[in-house]
């Protein structure tokens, strides 16, 4: 899933940057200091933005993640039968491992569920990325305040890597029970006992009957530290105007 996640990462952080901007835009009044809650408001569309556009890059980096663990678990139960006594006289098939692209996963979805399987998980997906926005924008705009020596002057590149760092950490963990429940409602293979959900409170009630409150924060802490300097790139980038001089340095046609 390596070339769907970078795929996948450049839009989502533009168009969610971008988004809370033109929120921010228009939720202010004569260019006067958002209050929280439209700051809340600016980043809560920001993330619904986001959403729609990404889901069906982040439903197949799932599908081919997981691919790896399916097979893997196929692997083990051909040879535990090839092993066992009881499993008769002929010889268990080997399993023929079989490559999954992107390109079949999204044939299949879309011939067997048509665009709506490419949707599959977008409640527990919103779920997740717009409390993170709604989190992530007003702590990072106060972190980055704090670094301002003039209100008009923009912070220094650093203050903002840092406010990223902070703030997108700080939200990641705060949303990652949401993403647990968005990942497991996404898998559309499953392996040996493992469960079905029908729904987000389905999932929510058999994670927490069968492994437990401790389940919800899992991976939490990977996520912290992948989340972390990602939003500080991608705030340095945005916020220092690097995409503006770049345009910039590119000939410009005479009339």
Not at 33 to 44: D, P, V, W, Y
Not at 45 to 50: F, I, L, R
Not at 221 to 246: D, H, K, M, S
Request: charged share 20%; proline share 5%; net charge positive.
């Amino acid at each position: 899933g390596a070339a769907v996640n970078l795929t996948l990462v450049t839009p989502e952080k533009a168009i969610k940057l971008a988004a809370n901007d033109f929120f921010r835009h228009h939720l202010s009044k004569d260019g006067k200091k958002l209050t929280l809650l439209r700051e809340m408001l600016a980043g809560c569309g920001a993330g619904t933005c986001q959403v729609i556009v990404t889901t069906p890059m982040e439903m197949l980096k799932i599908q081919l993640q997981d691919a790896g663990r399916i097979a893997a678990q196929k692997k083990l139960m051909a040879a535990q039968a090839q092993l066992s006594p009881s499993s008769g006289a002929g010889a268990a098939e080997p399993v023929v491992e079989k490559r999954t692209t992107a390109t079949q996963i999204t044939r299949e979805l879309l011939r067997s569920k048509g665009i709506a399987g490419l949707y599959k998980g977008l409640g527990a997906t919103l779920l997740r990325d717009v409390p993170f926005s709604i989190v992530y924008f007003p702590l990072f705009a106060n972190l980055n305040k704090l670094g301002q020596k003039d209100p008009n002057v923009k912070a220094p590149f650093y203050v903002s890597f840092l406010s990223g760092c902070v703030a997108g950490s700080t939200a990641a963990v705060a949303v990652n029970p949401c993403d647990v429940i968005k990942t497991r409602l996404q898998s559309l293979q499953r392996g040996v006992n493992e469960d079905t959900y029908s729904g987000i409170l389905d999932c929510t009630k058999k994670i927490w009957q069968k492994e437990g409150p401790t389940a919800f924060l899992k991976g939490a802490y990977c996520r912290a530290l992948v989340i972390a300097p990602l939003f500080g790139i991608a705030q340095v980038v945005y916020f220092i105007g690097i995409a503006e001089f770049l345009l910039d340095m590119l000939p410009k046609h005479r009339a």
